[in-house]
């Protein structure tokens, strides 16, 4: 693995899942109470002894900068390893912005040629799996391909948001078509049992889908990249052009939990998932293939006489007789008395609130960071540093499937009540 350079790249606006990436880019939102989605690709890298990383940004970087730099220092823990970050940038050569995940990579691609490596990953900042990509690389050399592509089996309603691929019995792949429907779609259905799905499992996921988890051979890519320099993007131009000038492209299979968190309803629905029991889909208690983040040192979480069902919460908190079911919890999290949270993402606070800081806060008619008493959440997320009001109810009343309520500090997304940001929510509030 020493010779394989991984690239990961940021993704776009995000605009999906605004408005958590008002103020961050899509891999630096916050996942499971104490983590970020960056941390995922890095840590399968680290995890499978790949430990030359570079993450790729364009949209509100700076705190994805700040973790990554505060996070992954492999040059201490692994000679000669690093995580660095790559911005777009304008140059007289480049007056543009990255335009796809294929120009990114074109971009810095004078940077990653200097590289004495035989294989390029190119990965996503923004997916929720668990992977050993050290097997992804030995199946791309053992096959002799070009190229490689992570694929999943799936249903046909999940096909159709994905790149499908048309495989032979070997896994090689036949054609590719990016996000068919109808009649194009049906045509993409292969017999996923020579993939070692049982018979009923195989009848239900007949497609395989393009995770956007790539291998490329290192002369492969920047032929690709050289030669079809209007090609902007993998999955639409890339891959199809790859396919149609006869280079050896090979899927590899995986199937297991894997959530591209691309919407406000994935992400909730992810992070919910991690606390059900007795098995979650997804577990980051894994001794053997860990996933890492930035150490906080902070203090274990006070609960005094409170309920808690079915939840994660993270350390460094402080729950005051409140009754919490099927929630999520991040570090630094308050909630004061006689709260009710229910099916609910709190993503913390950045820094604490002493009781003295509070009282103070509160005397010049202000709200403290976290959830104020008598309060009920349900169905909502809560980002970071929100501030929550007494008596305030947060229930979606009238059942609303989307709204922009900026003024107000919060949207409604896929029916969820998402409170932005640093916003607070008055006492007495009913959203």
């Not at 402080?318 to 004061?336: A, D, F, M, P, T």
């Amino acid at each position: 693995m020493k010779r394989v350079l991984a690239i990961i790249l940021g993704g776009g606006a995000g605009t999906r899942l605004y408005p958590l990436t008002k103020m961050r880019a899509k891999p630096a939102v916050p996942l499971a109470g104490k983590y970020r989605l960056i941390d995922i690709p890095i840590s399968n890298c680290i995890n499978s002894d790949i430990h030359k990383i570079y993450v790729m940004t364009q949209f509100n970087s700076a705190s994805l900068n700040r973790h990554l730099s505060q996070t992954f220092n492999l040059s201490n823990s692994f000679g000669g390893g690093f995580v660095e970050v790559l911005a777009a940038q304008q140059t007289p050569d480049s007056p543009s912005w990255f335009e796809g995940t294929a120009d990114a990579v074109r971009k810095y691609q004078w940077l990653f040629q200097e590289w004495d490596v035989d294989e390029y990953l190119i990965l996503s900042g923004d997916q929720l799996y668990r992977m050993d990509y050290s097997l992804f690389i030995e199946h791309h050399r053992r096959t002799g391909a070009n190229l490689t592509i992570a694929a999943l089996p799936v249903d046909a309603k999940q096909a159709e948001a994905f790149g499908l691929m048309r495989t032979d019995e070997r896994g090689s792949i036949q054609e590719f078509r990016e996000k068919p429907k109808g009649d194009s779609l049906r045509q993409m259905a292969i017999d996923t049992t020579r993939f070692g799905l049982t018979p009923e499992a195989a009848k239900k996921r007949r497609y395989l889908v393009s995770m956007g988890i790539y291998v490329f051979s290192h002369d492969t890519l920047f032929e690709l990249l050289d030669k079809y320099p209007g090609h902007k993007d993998f999955g639409k131009e890339v891959i199809p052009e790859a396919l149609k000038r006869g280079d050896k492209l090979q899927s590899y299979i995986f199937n297991d939990y894997w959530e591209d968190i691309g919407t406000i309803g994935a992400f909730y629905e992810a992070n919910l998932a991690l606390t059900q029991q007795p098995t979650p889909p997804f577990s980051f208690y894994d001794e053997k293939f860990p996933i890492y983040t930035r150490p906080r040192y902070l203090p274990p979480t006070k609960l005094v006489d409170a309920q808690i069902i079915n939840s994660i919460v993270g350390e460094g908190s402080i729950l005051k007789s409140c009754s919490i079911y099927h929630c999520v919890l991040g570090v630094r999290s308050r909630i004061e008395t006689d709260v009710v949270l229910q099916d609910t993402l709190v993503m913390g606070a950045d820094l604490f609130e002493s009781n003295e800081e509070r009282d103070t806060i509160r005397t010049h008619g202000g709200i403290p960071v976290g959830v104020g008493p008598g309060t009920t959440v349900k169905r909502a997320i809560l980002d970071k540093n929100a501030r929550i009001g007494s008596n305030v109810s947060i229930i979606n009343k009238d059942r609303v499937e989307e709204a922009d309520r900026s003024d107000l500090g919060f949207y409604i997304r896929n029916g969820i009540v998402v409170v932005q940001k640093n916003a607070t929510v008055q006492d007495g509030a009913v959203i």
